[in-house]
T-cell receptor, first 117, second 118 residues
């Protein structure tokens, strides 16, 4: 089946630094990928939709300059958390739609635990 | 305002008991998906329901899509400790929603944390 590889799985960074998270689709092309944020014991909150070759579409309330998304190829999307602060600490997950229409499935990466100290 | 209302948010039961999780919305979805997520991992798809009134079974799990495609339920029979986890429903509006573009994104419910005690 379709696999989405997300790296790193865990990262600890100092406040004020930037962190890049990679999301790769293995064995399939993903023109669209999605980035989510998840707090402990809560559901996934969509942050942005990443489109290959064009600008990402951000959800309301998500800072574009804070969370930079680049989708330069059909198999790779990256999320960069710029000037990270402790409140950015969270679990970040990417996903890609693997089929067309209503029956199309979604595959999720294994997530990245970001801790800003 | 939450587009998909999922309930209950927490469920703590004994092994062998039955349970039902609900997802309700005022919106009509093209499809609805159910996921299970373990701590520190991404969600894993359990089922996709597409047709109004559709019922799908996955071993002890029964999924139902409402006739109007606005609601769905997940029923677990004779729960086991291995069923413990976060259950998420997610609605798919389509690749192009009315009046704009949804780019095929999923809208998630609040999630249900299920704990099955031995």
């Amino acid at each position: 089946g379709a696999v989405v590889s997300q790296h790193p799985s865990r990262v600890i960074c100092k406040s004020g630094t930037s962190v890049k998270i990679e999301c790769r689709s293995l064995d399939f092309q993903a023109t669209t990928m999605f980035w989510y944020r998840q707090f402990p014991k809560q559901s996934l909150m969509l942050m942005a939709t990443s489109n290959e070759g064009s600008k990402a579409t951000y959800e309301q309330g998500v800072e574009k300059d804070k969370f930079l998304i680049n989708h330069a190829s059909l198999t790779l999307s990256t999320l960069t958390v710029t000037s990270a602060h402790p409140e950015d600490s969270s679990f970040y997950i990417c996903s890609a739609k693997t089929g067309q229409g209503a029956r199309g499935g979604y595959t999720f990466g294994s997530g990245t635990r970001l801790t800003v100290v | 305002t939450q587009l998909l209302e999922q309930s209950p948010q927490f469920l703590s039961i004994q092994e062998g008991e039955n349970l039902t999780v609900y997802c309700n919305s005022s919106s009509v979805f093209s499809s609805l998906q159910w996921y299970r997520q373990e701590p520190g991992e991404g969600p894993v798809l359990l089922v996709t329901v597409v047709t109004g009134g559709e019922v799908k079974k996955l071993k002890r799990l029964t999924f139902q899509f409402g006739d109007a495609r606005k609601d769905s339920s997940l029923h677990i029979t004779a729960a086991q400790t291995g069923d413990t986890g976060l259950y998420l429903c997610a609605g798919y509006l389509g690749d192009r929603s009315a009046g704009g573009t949804s780019y095929g994104k999923l809208t998630f419910g609040q999630g249900t944390i299920l704990t099955v005690h031995p």
